[in-house]
C-alpha cells in the first residue's frame, strides 16, 4: 500500500502563484510515476502533469509553460509548481502514483486550488 498526503492548495487570485505538495509513504519501491490530476465541478478528472522515474515530464496542453512538477527522492516528494494561474485553474487535484508492478494507482484526498478573478 501506498499513501499519499497533499499539501499546499487555497486561494489565490488570477496571476497569482501556488505550490502543491504530495509526500508519499509505505511501498514505494516499485512506484515508476506520480503525478498531478485535477477536477473541476462537472467535469471530469484530467491529467495536469506526470513524472516518470527517469524524470521524464508529461503536462496538459492547458498548464506548459505556466506549472512545472519536480520530485525530492530523499523526501519521496513531488512538487507542482503553478504560476500564473487562471480562475480555469479552478479544481480540486489529486496527486496519483503508478505501481508498475502491482498495476495500480494510488490516490491522495485531494487539495482544492480556487483561482479568483
Known amino acids: 500500500q501506498v499513501q499519499l498526503v497533499e499539501s499546499g492548495g487555497g486561494l489565490v487570485q488570477a496571476g497569482g502563484s501556488l505550490r502543491l505538495s504530495c509526500a508519499a509513504s509505505?511501498?514505494?519501491?516499485?512506484?515508476?510515476?506520480m503525478g498531478w490530476y485535477r477536477q473541476a465541478p462537472g467535469k471530469q478528472r484530467e491529467l495536469v502533469a506526470r513524472?516518470?522515474?527517469?524524470?521524464?515530464?508529461t503536462y496538459a496542453d492547458s498548464v506548459k509553460g505556466r506549472f512545472t512538477i519536480s520530485r525530492d527522492n530523499a523526501k519521496n516528494t513531488v512538487y507542482l509548481q503553478m504560476n500564473s494561474l487562471k480562475p480555469e485553474d479552478t479544481a480540486v487535484y489529486y496527486c496519483?502514483?503508478?505501481?508498475?508492478?502491482?498495476?495500480?494507482?494510488?490516490w491522495g484526498q485531494g487539495t482544492q486550488v480556487t483561482v479568483s478573478s
Open positions: 513524472i516518470t522515474s527517469g524524470d521524464t515530464t
Open positions: 509505505g511501498r514505494l519501491f516499485s512506484i515508476n510515476r
Open positions: 496519483n502514483a503508478g505501481d508498475r508492478l502491482l498495476h495500480v494507482d494510488y
